[in-house]
């Protein structure tokens, strides 16, 4: 299985002025082309939260034009910059999307993905009106729930904000914070887990985090500037969008590969291979 994983997608509104200098509209337009271009095509889109930039009137609506022409099927995350209603309304036709007379955690958006060889848990890791993610009770309760369900069946879960620290200091003050050690226990607990997949922080990380696999995805709209030290300023860099490509085999777990949007030939040196 060839899961494709993009992030932080910040798509705002026809006319309105983005944060940054960086035509995230249209990055998000090319990575879709780039994603329907790929051979072999994922079987999978996963976009981990961040779907707007706003939330602001016409952002979802500039989303659903934009994302239309994906060739692939995809399942969706919240993140800090969405609005849970917006997104419900947006893929209220998707088949896919929990609405909110249809679950018992109440508001949030939480579902598994179960079409695929690996379960995904899609969870919720959003407080409304803070950029900083949270697990409360409720989430972690489905979490363990579903877990629980299948214990031999290899699962990702998937959340925008990183339960682990990435090393970059200001943005580790805005990860999930409350609930992240508890999820780590029913990582650790259960050892199908394979991998937590993240977004949030606009910076491709990887580590080992209780066992598992924890991958913090690049962003579609720009990049955070690579920056190690105690207090480093915030700022964006030039660096291309780019998006995670995750093969899964049996045995092996998750291989990731880094896959930046753009036009970047391949030159063949077989020959000169066989040759040396």
Known sequence: ??????????????????????????????????????????????ITGDLINGPKPGEYEALAEILAPLAIPYRVLAGNHDDRDGLRRTFAGAG??????????????????????VRILMLDSVVAGSPVGALCE???????????????????????????????????????????????????????????????THRQT??????????????????IALDLTPEPPYRWTEEASALALHLYRPGAGLITHLSPVGDYPAKDFSRKARNS
């Open 206 to 223: 990887a580590l080992n985090w209780n066992g598992a696999y924890g991958y913090v995805a690049p962003s579609i709209a720009y990049q």
């Open 1 to 46: 299985m060839l899961i494709a994983q993009i992030s932080d997608l910040h798509v705002t509104a026809p006319g309105s002025t983005p944060t940054t200098d960086y035509d995230t509209n249209a990055r998000l337009a090319a990575a879709i082309a780039h994603l329907n271009a790929l051979d072999p095509r994922p079987d999978l889109v996963l």
């Open 96 to 117: 896919w999307m929990p609405m909110a007379n249809e679950v018992i955690q109440g508001d949030f958006i939480q579902y598994a993905v179960e079409e695929f060889p």
């Open 138 to 200: 409720r989430r972690l309760a489905w979490t363990a729930e579903r877990l629980a369900e299948q214990p031999e069946r290899p699962t990702i879960i998937a959340l925008h904000h990183p339960p682990f620290d990435t090393g970059l200091a200001f943005l580790d003050t805005l990860r999930c914070l409350d609930g992240a050690d508890e999820l780590g226990r029913l990582v650790q607990a259960n050892r199908n887990v394979l991998a937590i997949l993240s977004g949030h």
